[in-house]
C-alpha cells in the first residue's frame, strides 16, 4: 500500500464549478499537509499547507485535513480554465534527522472547460 | 522572492555519460532534495540533505548520488547514465515544516 494515495483522474469540469480533490494517507505520524499545483512542463508550486487537522482557506482555495480518518481535501470554488493542472497533496512528517522530507501522492489532473 | 534554481531545462547525454545536475536555492534553507518524476509514478525522492555535507537515501537512490559542499547549492550525479533514468528531475529546497519549494525541472534524456 502506497503511503499517499490520489486518484489521477483526469477530472473535468466546466468554469465556474466547485472542485474537491482528495488524498488518503496511511502513516499517522505525518503532521503538515501540503498542497501543490504543477502546470505541464514545469515545477510544482506549494499553493497552501495546514497543521494537524482543521481547515485553511485562501481566496478560492480551502483545504481541510481529518487526522482520524486520514483524509485530506482540497476545494477550489469558482474554477477557472487558469486552475487547471495537476494537483499534487504531499504530507510531511519532522523529526529529527528526518530532514522533513515530503511524500507525494501521484497527483489529480485537472481540467476547467469553458 | 524565494528562488529554486536549476541548471538547464533540457539535457541529452548518452548512455555511460556521467551526468552532473545542478541545483541553487537562494532562500537560507536547511533541507534540500531531488525528485525524478515519471508518469504515473509521481514523485519519487532520490536523495536529500538536511545541512552541507550530510546526505539520506531517498526511496530510489540505486545510480545516483549528491554533493552538498555548500548549503546552497545540492548537485545530483549521474555515475554512469542509462536509459531508464530519462526523466523530470526536480531540486527543492525547505525550512521546517513549510513546504518545499521546487526548481522549474531538468527534463533528462538519455539515448
Known amino acids: 500500500q502506497k503511503e499517499v494515495e490520489q486518484d489521477p483522474g483526469p477530472l473535468s469540469v466546466p468554469e465556474g464549478a466547485i472542485v474537491s480533490l482528495n488524498c488518503t494517507y496511511s502513516n499517522s505520524a505525518f503532521q503538515y499537509f501540503m498542497w501543490y499545483r504543477q502546470y505541464s512542463r514545469k515545477g510544482p508550486e506549494l499553493l497552501m499547507y495546514t497543521y494537524s487537522s482543521g481547515n485553511k482557506e485562501d481566496g478560492r482555495f480551502t483545504a481541510q485535513v481529518d487526522k482520524s480518518s486520514k483524509y485530506i481535501s482540497l476545494f477550489i470554488r469558482d474554477s477557472q480554465p487558469s486552475d487547471s493542472a495537476t494537483y499534487l497533496c504531499a504530507p510531511l512528517e519532522t523529526g529529527a534527522g528526518g530532514g522533513n522530507k515530503l511524500t507525494f501522492g501521484t497527483g489529480t489532473q485537472l481540467k476547467v472547460e469553458l | 522572492d524565494v528562488k529554486v534554481t536549476q541548471s538547464s531545462r533540457y539535457l541529452v547525454k548518452r548512455t555511460g555519460e556521467k551526468v552532473f545536475l545542478e541545483c541553487v536555492q537562494d532562500?537560507?534553507?536547511?533541507?534540500m532534495f531531488w525528485y525524478r518524476q515519471d508518469p504515473g509514478l509521481g514523485l519519487r525522492l532520490i536523495y536529500f540533505s538536511y545541512d552541507v555535507k550530510m546526505k539520506e537515501k531517498g526511496d530510489i537512490p540505486e545510480g545516483y548520488s549528491v554533493s552538498r559542499e555548500k548549503k546552497e547549492r545540492f548537485s545530483l550525479i549521474l555515475e554512469s547514465a542509462s536509459t531508464n533514468q530519462t526523466s523530470m528531475y526536480l531540486c527543492?529546497?525547505?525550512?521546517?515544516?513549510?513546504?518545499?519549494?521546487f526548481g522549474q525541472g531538468t527534463r533528462l534524456t538519455v539515448v
Open positions: 532562500m537560507d534553507h536547511e533541507n
Open positions: 527543492a529546497s525547505s525550512l521546517g515544516g513549510q513546504g518545499a519549494f
